[in-house]
């Protein structure tokens, strides 16, 4: 238990010391005089109980002074806690409409609900990538600038999965996160209330370690050794990644430069990437799907201690003992003091 200001405590103590020995005094000086008058004060036991009030009187005086030195506990409490880093695919295929109004569209409704539905002990950022990752915001606990970064966000370009999981590590751990040129994966440390949700339709181009180039519309079947690698790192770090497949399987046509691409939901990449680092898929068809992720999504829970104020117990104990005294010295000697 911790005080917020011990000065007061000791105050309090002082003034029932006080007291206490002010009736140790009284009560002596009482006895003495009944004996030097002859009269028989019926014994200690009578004594103490005519003295009964005063004691419990004496005692609410010092809790009071103990309730208003601000008493606090230590308490553990947990929290949804940590780092959420939204990484949204903003590439050409996100701007097909078989999800309605179009991917990217439901994408962000779906990472807006998400920030709306988490706490202030979130921080949260965003990574948008095309042919690389793109760091819009890093985390922060501000949800209202992290919800305008998604605002923001505009389709176009090509997409590397694997540089967009490097880009959100990089904002993690607020350092560069790379794959080295040999395929070594980078020591980024541990961080276990770190998560990245990654909303995607799953098309990634060949080599997503930041060298690779492409339109982001292939229909390939499953994650390349850079997703691999930059999952792998991710893995070792204990950051799980969460994976939103936003489109669909049957897929339809994009215009992407002028030509007519065809492209579809890659949901054996997501599944790859989520099932590698620990995380979930959540498969997701059209935009009321979508709605539902921000509830199913389950953040880890840190343990923090945090004062718990006990002055209101405190002082509910000073006056039932303030009360008793009260009762007893009427009852005993028919006065009030």
Request: net charge negative; no cysteine.
């Amino acid at each position: 238990m911790s005080l917020a200001d011990p000065a007061l405590l000791a105050v309090g103590l002082l003034v029932a010391a006080g007291l206490a020995w002010a009736a140790v005094v009284v009560a002596r000086r009482r006895a003495a005089a009944l004996a030097s008058a002859g009269v028989v004060a019926g014994g200690p036991g009578r004594g103490r109980a005519r003295l009964g009030g005063v004691w419990f009187t004496i005692a609410g005086v010092a809790v009071l002074a103990l309730a208003v030195a601000g008493p606090a506990a230590s308490v553990p409490v947990s929290h949804a806690s940590g780092t959420v880093i939204l990484a949204m695919d903003v590439s050409g295929s996100m701007a097909a409409t078989d999800v309605a109004p179009s991917r990217l569209a439901a994408a962000k409704q779906a990472a807006l609900s998400f920030i709306d539905a988490q706490p202030n002990t979130v921080d949260i950022g965003v990574v948008a990538f095309q042919q690389g990752g793109l760091e819009a915001a890093l985390p922060t606990a501000d949800h209202v600038t992290v919800s305008a970064a998604v605002r923001r966000l505009t389709a176009g370009g090509g997409t590397s999965i694997g540089d967009a999981v490097l880009a959100s590590l990089s904002a993690i751990t607020r350092k560069t996160v790379t794959i080295g040129r040999d395929g070594s994966a980078p020591n980024i440390g541990y961080w276990p209330s770190a998560t990245i949700v990654l909303f995607s339709d799953g098309q990634d181009q060949a080599g997503g370690t930041g060298t690779g180039t492409g339109t982001g519309t292939g229909t390939g079947t499953g994650p390349d050794s850079g997703t691999d690698a930059a999952a792998s790192v991710a893995e070792k770090a204990g950051v799980h990644i969460d994976t939103v497949g936003v489109g669909t399987t049957t897929g339809t046509t994009v215009d992407v430069d002028g030509y007519h691409l065809f492209t579809a939901l890659d949901e054996a990449t997501l599944k790859s990437i989520s099932q590698a680092t620990g995380g979930m898929y959540h498969p997701a068809s059209d935009a009321s799907e979508l709605d539902g992720i921000a509830s199913s999504i389950n953040l880890r829970l840190t343990v923090t201690n945090e004062p718990l104020p006990l002055a209101g117990a405190f002082i509910a104990l000073a006056l039932v003992l303030l009360a008793a005294g009260a009762v007893l010295t009427v009852t005993r000697s028919g006065r009030v003091v």
